[in-house]
T-cell receptor
Framework: GAVVSQHPSWVICKSGTSVKIECRSLDFQATTMFWYRQFPKQSLMLMATSNEGSKATYEQGVEKDKFLINHASLTLSTLTVTSAHPEDSSFYIC??????????????FGEGSRLTVL | GDSVTQMEGPVTLSEEAFLTINCTYTATGYPSLFWYVQYPGEGLQLLLKATKADDKGSNKGFEATYRKETTSFHLEKGSVQVSDSAVYFCALSGGSGGYNKLIFGAGTRLAVHP
């Protein structure tokens, strides 16, 4: 299967600082990547759809100025949590869709990045 | 809108017990259905999928059959192992949200003890 990698896998930062999380597709090109947030013992919530070369599409209720998404190339999307606060602490997971018929509808997920804001 | 409902956990079983995790869905059109597994501290991994009615997805001893008449995609395994302890998510795509969006259930935590 296709491989998606995230970095860092965990990060601790002080309140008020910004944190950048990278999501890379290692063996395929991804025109579309997705960012999810997972609260403890809950399901994944789609935050935004990242499109290569254009602005991200944010889900309702997600602050676009708070969660900056950049998809500068076909293999890299970044999520920057700006002016992070403790309530932003969460597990962030990216995924990518493979443009291949045999993977119709299937997304491949990164390992996730656990953010802790002190 | 589209939605996925799965049984609440945690599900606690002894090793070699039979597992069933129920999943039902609501969607327009003809969605694809998936089961993802999340091991502690890791991201999600696709466990199995089915893209049309009556298809059976299978992998690592797990099975699920796409039942359009009951809008269900229940996950089963005949004999669980301690290593199967994880959170299992049922999901769909291709409904009203299109294939770009995966709609997840709330997840079911499985704990298998020796």
């Amino acid at each position: 299967g296709a491989v998606v990698s995230q970095h860092p896998s965990w990060v601790i930062c002080k309140s008020g600082t910004s944190v950048k999380i990278e999501c890379r597709s290692l063996d395929f090109q991804a025109t579309t990547m997705f960012w999810y947030r997972q609260f403890p013992k809950q399901s994944l919530m789609l935050m935004a759809t990242s499109n290569e070369g254009s602005k991200a599409t944010y889900e309702q209720g997600v602050e676009k100025d708070k969660f900056l998404i950049n998809h500068a190339s076909l293999t890299l999307s970044t999520l920057t949590v700006t002016s992070a606060h403790p309530e932003d602490s969460s597990f962030y997971i990216c995924s990518a869709r493979v443009e291949d018929r045999k993977y119709t509808g299937e997304l491949f997920f990164g390992e996730g990045s656990r953010l802790t804001v002190l | 809108g589209d939605s996925v409902t799965q049984m609440e956990g945690p599900v606690t079983l002894s090793e070699e017990a039979f597992l069933t995790i129920n999943c039902t869905y609501t969607a327009t059109g003809y969605p694809s259905l998936f089961w993802y597994v999340q091991y502690p501290g890791e991201g999600l991994q696709l466990l199995l999928k089915a893209t049309k009615a009556d298809d059976k997805g299978s992998n690592k001893g797990f099975e699920a059959t796409y039942r359009k008449e009951t809008t269900s995609f229940h996950l089963e395994k005949g004999s669980v192992q301690v290593s199967d302890s994880a959170v299992y998510f049922c999901a769909l795509s291709g409904g009203s949200g299109g294939y770009n969006k995966l709609i997840f259930g709330a997840g079911t935590r499985l704990a298998v003890h020796p």
